[in-house]
């Protein structure tokens, strides 16, 4: 009787697991002639470092912007969207914040972050125990957002000096 194709397979791959493999043999260690042991240099020894992978963050912002990026993020980002973009169950704040929108000042921002809007799901931040300082940090980052001065995803602190 003849093998199946089946058959042959599994003695090919016995045969193949069964033979002798030839060992990997390491590199040989560079001999002190051959390395390079000159010190490394650069133009100036204080320049910043600057290539493909390191480059300055393209938007900085204030720490006072920053703090509200964060606290957008532990109070605002599951209903309003991660970049402020909005979502099915609560509005896009660029467009809310923009001269003709909605919520087009700070007070009106306030107003609406500390009552809430209860009949649309959007609980009393104020009431919660929410601070007022969070609440304008938070302002200052949406408004950024909303004017263009700060892009999508976790903002750069602007270093002092």
């Known amino acids: 009787m003849k093998p199946t194709r089946q058959a042959q397979r599994d ?3 016995v045969e193949q697991a069964e ?10 260690a560079p001999t002190p002639g051959q390395q390079d042991t000159a010190k490394a240099t650069t133009g100036s020894s204080d320049a910043p470092l600057r290539d493909v992978y390191h480059q300055a963050p393209r938007d900085t912002v204030s720490q006072a912007v920053y703090n509200g990026w964060k606290q957008y993020n532990l ?3 599951r209903c309003h969207g991660e970049d402020v973009a909005g979502t099915t169950i609560a509005p896009h704040l660029i467009v809310s914040l923009k001269p003709n929108g909605p919520v087009n000042s700070k007070e009106s921002f306030v107003q609406t ?7 649309k799901g959007m609980p ?7 601070e ?3 609440i304008n940090s938070i302002y200052e980052y949406v408004k950024g957002r909303s004017d263009a001065k700060v892009g999508p995803g976790r903002p750069a602190v602007r270093q002092q000096g």
């Open 124 to 130: 009393a931040w104020c009431s919660l125990g929410l």
């Open 132 to 134: 007022m300082e969070k």
């Open 11 to 13: 003695t090919a791959r």
């Open 113 to 119: 972050v500390c009552a809430g809007r209860p009949e």
């Open 75 to 77: 109070n605002c980002a």
């Open 19 to 28: 033979s002798p493999r030839s060992a990997a043999v390491p590199a040989p």
